[in-house]
C-alpha cells in the first residue's frame, strides 16, 4: 500500500513538473530552445472622459479670390466608449482660435474666421489592435471677421487616433464645414488638416 501511495506520489510530481515546464515564463526559454516573443496586450478604449489639444491649417473659401488661409488651434472635450470589441463612438466638445497666414480680399470683403465652437459625433472602427479609424459629424459656430458676423456650419471628416503611452493618444484628422449663407460672401466652406494629442482620463 505504502509502496503504491509512494508511485502515485512519484508521477503526480513528474506530471506536474512537465506541465510547468511547458510552459514559457519571461527569460526561459520553449520546447525547441528559444525564446517566446513578448506578448503584445490588445490596445482597447476604456469608457471615459478625454481632453485633446490639436493644431492645423485651415483653408477657407467662398469663389476666387475669396480665400483665407490659417493656422487654427483647437480645445476639445469628449467622452468615449466602446459599443462593442470594434466599435467606438465619442461625444465632443471643441473651441478654436485662428491666426492669419493669407487673407485675400475684394471690396473690404474675405472669409477670414477667428474663434470658432461646436459639438460632434465620432464613431470610429478598431482598424487593427492600436489604430483607431474614426468619421466627424458636427455643428459649429465660427466668426467672420471680416464680414463683423458669425455663421452656423456642418461639419463632416475622416480621421485615425493611435496610442503613444499609457493614457495618451496621437491623433490627425481632416474636416470639412460648409456655411449657411453669409452676407456679402455667400455660403462659405473650409478645409481643416488637424494633428494633436488626446488625454485619456482612464
Keep these: ?15 506536474t513538473s512537465i506541465a510547468v515546464a511547458g510552459h514559457s515564463y519571461k527569460g526561459e526559454r520553449d520546447y525547441k530552445g ?14 471615459g472622459p478625454y481632453i485633446g489639444l490639436s493644431a492645423g491649417v485651415r483653408n477657407n473659401y467662398s469663389g476666387a479670390p475669396l480665400v483665407y488661409q490659417g493656422l487654427e488651434g483647437t480645445l476639445s472635450v469628449g467622452y468615449a466608449a466602446m459599443v462593442s470589441p470594434s466599435f ?17 480680399t475684394v471690396l473690404g ?21 492600436y489604430v483607431l479609424g474614426y468619421a ?7 466668426r467672420f471677421t471680416d464680414q463683423g458676423d458669425n455663421g452656423t456650419g ?19 484628422e481632416y474636416v470639412y464645414t460648409g456655411y449657411n449663407t453669409i452676407s456679402g460672401i455667400g455660403k462659405p466652406q473650409a478645409n481643416q488638416f488637424n494633428l494633436g494629442v488626446v488625454y485619456k482620463f482612464v
Design 136 to 142: 466627424r459629424v458636427g455643428v459649429v459656430r465660427s
Design 109 to 129: 470683403n474675405g472669409v477670414r474666421t477667428t474663434w470658432s465652437y461646436g459639438l460632434g459625433i465620432i464613431p470610429g472602427y478598431m482598424i487593427t489592435d
Design 88 to 104: 467606438y463612438l465619442a461625444g465632443e466638445l471643441l473651441a478654436g482660435d485662428s491666426i492669419n497666414l493669407k487673407d485675400y
Design 154 to 172: 456642418w461639419q463632416v471628416g475622416l480621421g485615425a487616433q493611435t496610442n503613444l503611452v499609457q493614457n495618451w493618444d496621437l491623433r490627425g
Design 34 to 47: 528559444e525564446m517566446p516573443a513578448p506578448a503584445c496586450p490588445s490596445y482597447t478604449y476604456a469608457a
Design 1 to 15: 500500500m505504502f509502496k503504491k501511495l509512494l508511485l502515485a506520489s512519484a508521477v503526480l510530481t513528474a506530471s
